[in-house]
């Protein structure tokens, strides 16, 4: 009766496995007494009949597209993994169903009415600190085979394994990253650990997926001040946010002012290289002019010289008493008529 139980709380099923007995020895008796022979008769194929009925009725049996048999004979089990119908002997052979679509639980919370469960999820993590942590996972049953005969009960085989992965992966992590960041990380490395312990236990069950629902700080103090940091963090990434987009913004405008500056220098450049060959190819040809006739040259250049400086210059001639001052325009001595002399005398 127990194994009953626990074979439906597993999702299993047990079919052929009760005992029929047949009493053929108390024979009913009519009122007069003995029956006669055709009472007998009749009694005979009644009963062979019922005794056919039953024997075909435990001789077949069905498999659904989601599910996988086990079939018993003398305690040997074949698995039955064909879905249709199906034969075997009757109350010889003994037919066990296994579920084998994906199944799940919850772990710090209860899935039916939404109430949490903190001795499963009151976790501690790297950094000292107190976390509530819901979990939701879900397996199946990979071999009927040995989810029904490696274990007493591998649901609660594949429950005890993950809350042990998950407590050991969470006191590893800071609680920043279990309440924020961290979470995919973390769901990556428990569903790692649980499918190796179970290919250690080899009871028949296969982990599909397992995921965080939900984690917060254990009282609300401690959530305010998460939410107070959480907010920081976002107003950071916002500061951060607006002095990239600043950046990008200026850097093209400094970029194109800084190309400005270097083509302006290297046109600067260019008119100084070219205005420099000239001058020195100018140069050259005043030079070798003066190599033919040097005293002429000289004399030529001095006079071009002076028509250069002496136009912007004046020249004051004082007396030696220094009372009489006279200023004279140099234009006078190029033979200028239009310019007139000025004297003042000081007294």
């Given at each position: 009766m127990n194994d009953s139980k626990r074979n439906r709380a597993n999702g299993f099923e047990t079919l052929g496995g009760g005992k029929t007995n047949f009493n053929f020895n108390n024979r009913p008796q009519s009122?007069?007494?003995?029956?006669?022979?055709?009472?007998?008769?009749?009694?005979?194929?009644?009963?062979?009949?019922?005794?056919?009925?039953?024997?075909?009725f435990n001789s077949a049996y069905k498999i659904g597209e989601q599910e996988q048999g086990?079939?018993?004979?003398?305690?040997?089990?074949?698995?039955?993994?064909?879905?249709?119908?199906?034969?075997?002997?009757p109350f010889v052979q003994q037919i066990r169903k296994v579920n084998t679509t994906i199944?799940?639980?919850?772990?710090?919370y209860d899935a039916n009415t939404n109430q949490t469960n903190e001795t499963e999820s009151l976790m501690i993590t790297s950094d000292y600190n107190f976390v509530n942590v819901d979990f939701f996972v879900e397996y199946r049953y990979s071999d009927p085979v040995k989810a029904l005969y490696a274990s007493k009960n591998p649901t609660e085989i594949l429950?005890?394994?993950?809350?042990?992965?998950?407590?050991?992966?969470?006191?590893?992590?800071?609680?920043?990253?279990?309440?924020?960041?961290?979470?995919?990380?973390?769901?990556?490395?428990?569903?790692?650990?649980?499918?190796?312990?179970?290919?250690?236990?080899?009871?028949?069950?296969?982990?599909?997926?397992?995921?965080?629902?939900?984690s917060e700080p254990p009282t609300a103090t401690i959530m305010e001040a998460f939410k107070a940091v959480e907010t920081a963090k976002q107003g950071k990434e916002t500061?951060?946010?607006?002095?990239?987009k600043y950046r990008n913004e200026q850097i093209p405008s400094a970029q194109a002012r800084a190309d400005g500056i270097k083509k302006t220098a290297e046109a600067q450049k260019t008119e100084r290289i070219n205005e420099a060959k000239a001058q020195v190819a100018r140069f050259n040809a005043m030079y070798e002019e003066y190599v033919?006739?040097?005293?002429?040259?000289?004399?030529?250049m001095f006079y071009e010289t002076m028509e250069d400086v002496l136009p912007s210059l004046k020249v004051i001639i004082e007396s030696g008493d220094g009372k009489t001052q006279t200023i004279?325009?140099?234009?006078?001595?190029?033979?200028?008529?239009?310019?007139?002399?000025?004297e003042s005398v000081t007294q």
């Open positions: 009122s007069g007494g003995s029956l006669n022979g055709g009472s007998l008769k009749i009694l005979g194929v009644i009963a062979l009949v019922i005794l056919l009925l039953v024997v075909a086990v079939l018993v004979t003398f305690g040997k089990a074949q698995p039955i993994t064909d879905p249709g119908l199906h034969f075997k002997i199944q799940g639980f919850s772990i710090g429950k005890n394994v993950s809350k042990s992965c998950i407590r050991t992966v969470i006191s590893g992590y800071p609680v920043d990253s279990v309440l924020t960041t961290g979470k995919g990380e973390i769901q990556a490395s428990i569903k790692e650990r649980i499918i190796a312990d179970l290919e250690k236990q080899d009871i028949g069950v296969q982990l599909v997926n397992i995921t965080i629902q939900d500061s951060l946010n607006n002095a990239n033919k006739n040097p005293s002429m040259t000289k004399q030529r004279l325009p140099l234009e006078s001595f190029t033979g200028n008529t239009s310019v007139t002399t000025t």
